[in-house]
């Protein structure tokens, strides 16, 4: 049974850092490619960042200097570092896997974990 489980996720103040995490169980982590996405109320799902199995991260315009996507293939999780946090940036975060085949957007599903920014 595949499990992706956030969490870190909380309320934060406009200009500060939380660390998301992981932990995924089930696949086979480290062939695949992890990544963030995020839903904001009343807008549809968008990538954040991905990281794939060699680690090569991409990153949406809008985070690229802001976050860091990482993973521990040793622990079976990969993390989101988001700093300057901007109101902008609240939403659920979910966490995503898909082998290296796959679109953007397939793969296995993390329950979200919701991150609230005040300004």
């Known amino acids: 049974q595949v499990q992706l489980v956030e969490s870190g996720g909380g309320l934060v103040q406009a200009g500060g850092s939380l660390t998301l995490s992981c932990l995924a169980s089930g696949i086979s982590f480290n062939l695949n490619t992890m990544g963030w996405y995020r839903q904001a109320l009343g807008k549809q799902r968008e990538l954040v960042a991905t990281?794939?199995?060699?680690?090569?991260?991409n990153y949406a315009n809008s985070v690229e200097g802001r976050f860091t996507i990482s993973r521990d293939n040793a622990k079976n999780t990969v993390y989101l570092q988001m700093n300057s946090l901007k109101s902008d940036d609240t939403a659920v975060y979910y966490c995503n896997a898909r082998l290296p085949f796959l679109a953007d957007g397939e793969g296995f599903w993390g329950q979200g974990t919701q991150v609230t920014v005040s300004s």
């Open positions: 990281i794939s199995s060699g680690g090569s991260t």
